[in-house]
């Protein structure tokens, strides 16, 4: 619930910082120029790639996270299992 809440408010400020710097600008880029474009434009779009680059970045490393967890997961409750067993052939 907070990182919704943190997401939306930085959504805000980035959206505020752009709409208030809305002059016509031209991108150069190393292979040429885009024609002359709002500078709000510039960095909302330069915004939404980072987002992407950022979650097709980050989304393998999750995963392979997840997996760990769960494979973790069931060592703890096979080892758990084991514990329980052999308190009870202990009695």
């Given at each position: 619930?907070w990182?919704?809440?943190?997401?939306?408010?930085?959504?805000?400020?980035?959206?505020?910082?752009?709409?208030?710097n809305s002059t016509?600008?031209?991108v150069?880029?190393i292979f040429?120029s885009?024609?002359?474009v709002?500078?709000?434009?510039?960095?909302l779009?330069?915004?939404?790639?980072?987002?992407?680059l950022a979650?097709?970045f980050?989304?393998?490393?999750?995963?392979k996270?997840?997996?760990?967890?769960?494979?973790?997961e069931?060592?703890?409750k096979?080892?758990q299992g084991?514990?329980i067993?052999?308190?009870e052939?202990?009695r």
């Amino acid at each position: 619930m907070w990182s919704l809440i943190f997401a939306l408010f930085i959504a805000i400020l980035i959206a505020a910082f752009a709409s208030l710097n809305s002059t016509l600008v031209s991108v150069n880029y190393i292979f040429g120029s885009a024609p002359t474009v709002s500078l709000a434009l510039v960095i909302l779009l330069s915004v939404l790639l980072g987002v992407i680059l950022a979650t097709l970045f980050g989304t393998p490393q999750y995963f392979k996270n997840m997996r760990k967890i769960r494979e973790l997961e069931g060592k703890a409750k096979s080892s758990q299992g084991e514990t329980i067993n052999y308190e009870e052939e202990k009695r």
